[in-house]
């Protein structure tokens, strides 16, 4: 199923749920064959999907599902709205994953970037706003800009 909209490829992964228990070949029968694989480490191997703006990056540690270590789907719409949304919440350390989505929607991206910690990203076409969090509270914005 290479070749996949960017969009088609995201639902797949979203009708498969929770991946944990998985392994590679069910992963592949729902979603097609990776783009790319390469080894992170012993018994560890990284796959990854991409198609359009859709990238997602899987680590398998023996043949089995080990986590995600990074997803984005795009730019997001309403960039000026997005910004705005940021501005209105005021200072973001100490606020929760939750919160914050709450108030400006749903991630483009993020990235594990350590022990329980994940770099969540914002981006459109006009603002980019990236946080990172430490189990679900927010520690910083590690950079923003507007174009």
């Known amino acids: 199923m290479f070749g996949l909209s960017g969009q088609r490829l995201q639902q797949g992964f979203a009708e498969l749920g929770d991946l944990t228990g998985r392994t590679l070949e069910e992963i592949v029968a729902a979603v097609g064959s990776p783009v790319s694989q390469s080894m992170a480490g012993p018994g560890q191997t990284l796959f990854q999907w991409q198609s359009g703006s859709y990238h997602i990056a899987i680590l398998f540690e023996e043949g089995l ?83």
Not at 68 to 89: C, V, Y
Not at 115 to 121: A, D, F, K, R
Request: overall charge negative; charged content about 15%.
């Open 65 to 147: 599902f080990a986590g995600i270590t990074n997803e984005d789907s795009g730019p997001l719409p309403g960039g000026r709205k997005l910004a705005q949304g940021f501005a209105g919440l005021g200072n973001l350390v100490g606020r929760s994953r939750d919160d914050i989505i709450a108030v400006v929607g749903p991630h483009s991206s993020f990235s594990v970037t350590g022990p329980n910690q994940v770099l969540l990203q914002w981006q459109s076409d006009v603002y980019h706003i990236a946080l990172l969090f430490e189990e679900d509270i927010c520690v910083g914005i590690t950079h923003e800009f507007a174009m």
